[in-house]
C-alpha cells in the first residue's frame, strides 16, 4: 500500500502544487509504505516511524522483512536518512542489498531494543553507513600529538 492510498484526508488528491505532499507528509500516510532497493528486490514495508523527541526529528523508520504472514518476522530501525522517497513508484529506497539486509541488527516486535543507547544507535548509523565522517585531526593537533 502506497501514501496516496492511505490519505484519509485527501491531502494529497488533486493538482499536484496541491497539499503538501511529497516535501511534507502525514507520518500515518507513510505507515505500510513498500521499501525496495535499487535492484528492485522487495525489503519489506514501514511499520512505524520513531521520532527523536529531544530534537523533533524523524530519527528510524522500523522496516519489517522476512517471515511469512508474519510469523518470523525482523523489525530493523532503519536510519531516516538512508531512506529516499520515491514518487514516482509512490514507495521508499534504501541502498542496501537484500542479503546484506538480513545480516543487519534487527529484532522482533516483543523485544524492542532501547533506541536512545548511543551505542545502539552506532551500531545502526555504522551499518547503514548514515554517520557523518569523523572529523580529520587537524596538523596543529597531530604536531601536539607527537611532541
Avoid: C
Wanted: no cysteine; aromatic share 10%; charged share 30%.
Amino acid at each position: 500500500m502506497n501514501f496516496e492510498e492511505r490519505d484519509t484526508y485527501g491531502m494529497y488528491k488533486g493538482q499536484e502544487d496541491e497539499g503538501p505532499g511529497p516535501r511534507l507528509m502525514g507520518a500515518d500516510t507513510l505507515l505500510g509504505n513498500d521499501v525496495y532497493n535499487e535492484k528492485e528486490e522487495d525489503l519489506g514495508d514501514i511499520k512505524e516511524i520513531m521520532l527523536d523527541m529531544t530534537t523533533g526529528q524523524v530519527a528510524y523508520a522500523v522496516l519489517s522483512f522476512g517471515g511469512f504472514l508474519g510469523m518470523g518476522e525482523r523489525l530493523f530501525a532503519v536510519p531516516w536518512d538512508a531512506l529516499t522517497l520515491d514518487t514516482v513508484n509512490k514507495r521508499f529506497m534504501l541502498n542496501v542489498d537484500k542479503e546484506r539486509l538480513e545480516t543487519a541488527p534487527g529484532f522482533d516486535k516483543d523485544h524492542w531494543p532501547d533506541m536512545a543507547d548511543q551505542s545502539w544507535r552506532d551500531q545502526i548509523e555504522s551499518f547503514y553507513e548514515t554517520r557523518p565522517p569523523m572529523e580529520q585531526p587537524t596538523t596543529e593537533q597531530q604536531s601536539h600529538r607527537t611532541h
